[in-house]
């Protein structure tokens, strides 16, 4: 592994031509490998490349995009400690926001301003061909918001992360395998009816999502065992979820590294069922 940063720079001084390339290759082989340790193992390095990228072309936004996902994964999943996983989910938002800002000035002023205003002005100035900076931004923000989640101020901008989302969803309702249908059912999936919630569009953003998907986005059956199942206290749909989850083949094509992350929650949720339903 010590060795990976001095091959991956042979490998560009290579092939210059491709370098444009790399973090998306990168990405896809990080996400097509069934073994996440090695993942983790990796991911310390990975990180150190796309920096330099950054550094060496800091306006590059395909670079500052690729750097936001990463960091925002390892936060998400790799990182064993609190402070750690601030500093990366900080970091993934910066790489976000530097990437809109180069993409169009008119977005930052966009995502700073009215809440209100923003789903109008989104339609009237955006279309698909927006979608993956918007995706990618929306992404980094509500992890920084969960890494934040002492911050009221920080909480107090999820309304602006759903409306992202959900333009991105109308533009393109099974983007990134699905997963912008699963962003939006945890997203209303977070307060009980009672207190003014509302869970079953959650719901129905989880369906949705296994339905694009043909069941093959395992982390979709997690998240909607444990945002809404335990939400709702129906443990008879929790454990069948996660059963399935166990159960099926994680193998397919730019999921299978985070199927594999989701067997392993699966196991650990359904461990902990009888318990939290008593």
């Known amino acids: 592994m010590k060795y990976l940063l001095l091959l991956l720079s042979s490998s560009l001084l290579l092939a210059g031509c491709s370098v444009t390339r790399l973090p998306d290759n990168l990405s896809l082989a990080m996400m097509n490998q069934e073994n996440p340790a090695i993942v983790a193992d990796g991911a310390p390095a990975y990180l150190l490349m796309l920096d ?3 550094l060496t072309y800091p306006e590059n936004k395909g670079f500052l995009l690729a750097g936001s996902r990463l960091y925002g994964a390892y936060a998400s999943v790799f990182s064993k400690e609190e402070d750690e996983s601030r500093r990366m989910a900080n970091k993934s938002f910066d790489y976000a926001r530097r990437a809109l800002c180069e993409y169009d000035i008119r977005a930052c002023e966009l995502v700073d301003g009215n809440a209100d205003d923003l ?4 339609r009237n100035m955006f279309d698909q061909d927006d979608i993956e900076t918007f995706y990618v931004y929306a992404s980094a923000w509500a992890g920084w918001i969960q890494a934040n989640s ?4 920080a909480i107090a901008q999820l309304g602006k992360v759903k409306t992202l989302m959900k333009w991105v969803a109308r533009q393109d309702e099974g983007y990134d395998h699905a997963n912008v ?4 059912g945890v997203l209303e999936s977070q307060l009980p009816p009672s207190v003014g919630g509302k869970p079953e569009i959650g719901r129905a953003h989880f369906e949705r999502a296994i339905e694009l998907t043909e069941g093959r986005n395992l982390m979709a059956k997690v998240l909607f065992a444990e945002q809404y199942g335990r939400l709702m206290f129906e443990q008879d749909l929790h454990d069948q979820l996660l059963q399935e989850v166990i159960e099926a083949d994680p193998e397919a094509e730019g999921l299978t590294l985070i199927n594999r992350l989701a067997q392993q929650q699966a196991l650990d949720l359904l461990a902990s069922s009888s318990e939290y339903f008593e």
Request: no cysteine; aromatic share 14%; glycine share 0%.
């Open 181 to 184: 249908q699963v962003y939006l």
């Open 119 to 122: 789903d109008a002005d989104m």
């Open 52 to 54: 330099a990228l950054v």
């Open 150 to 153: 002492d911050d009221w101020n």
